[in-house]
């Protein structure tokens, strides 16, 4: 019997528009802004002089295999951002390009709010969003008046961090023919990269949790506390 034909809504292709916008263009921006910090043709230097971090990052399991492979690959001078996709990108800006948290919550974990407009903000802002929207991924479907909001919020954040040209091409976005085909494919990823945000989530608060179990065994045996 064949599967039943998943049909496309204005509400069903609002979401996978919205999935497509930090999909493609979020991933861009955060790329753009990655690339700041180095020279051009000098990102093997960079991560190398960062050696040290990332392998803490890959013994902790923030950084999987593949995306070890992606910081350095077999041929050093064959490694690009282009490679890179949105997961490692935030990992790379948050552990190696000297940026901190934004001063208005102090945590890459919080939203900040909307007076705050520089680029750690709006870093935080693009894996906000995207919690914000796959909050929809059940349904797999958003109202139009939730689309407008939601679009306007990503696009200024997007705009703010990868300059005025990205106005153009998020404009031909938000009309841009969408066969079910390309809504699928845009779904499917934005779901691979929360399971990869989520994933490393579990390992940092894993790895939190061992540390104070250490602290704790260190502080009974400072005080003669028997171990059962």
Not at 38 to 57: D, E, I, P, Q, V
């Amino acid at each position: 019997m064949a599967a039943p034909a998943v049909l496309s809504t204005p509400e069903t292709t609002n979401y996978a528009r919205l999935c497509r916008l930090l999909v493609d263009v979020g991933s861009q921006a955060l790329r753009d802004t990655f690339d700041q910090f180095y020279s051009s043709g000098n990102l093997h230097s960079f991560l190398a002089a960062h050696l040290s971090t990332l392998k803490s990052l890959k013994t902790r399991r923030i950084l999987n295999a593949n995306q070890w492979g992606k910081l350095f690959p077999a041929v050093p001078s064959t490694v690009s951002s282009a490679g890179f996709d949105i997961t490692l990108l935030n990992v790379l800006l948050r552990n190696i390009c000297g940026l901190s948290p934004p001063a208005s919550t102090g945590s890459w974990d919080a939203l900040p709010p909307g007076t705050d407009k520089r680029r750690e903000a709006d870093i935080v802002r693009v894996k906000y969003f995207r919690n914000t929207v796959y909050g929809h991924a059940e349904k797999a479907s958003v109202d139009a008046a939730t689309f407008s909001s939601l679009w306007k919020d990503i696009r200024d954040a997007l705009v703010r961090l990868g300059g005025a040209g990205y106005s153009t091409a998020i404009t031909k976005l938000e009309t841009e023919c969408m066969d079910p085909d390309i809504e699928e494919h845009y779904k499917e990823l934005l779901k691979e990269w929360k399971n990869d945000e989520d994933n490393i989530k579990g390992k940092i608060e894993e790895l939190n949790k061992k540390f104070d179990d250490l602290k704790k065994t260190f502080k009974d045996e400072g005080t003669g506390k028997p171990h059962f």
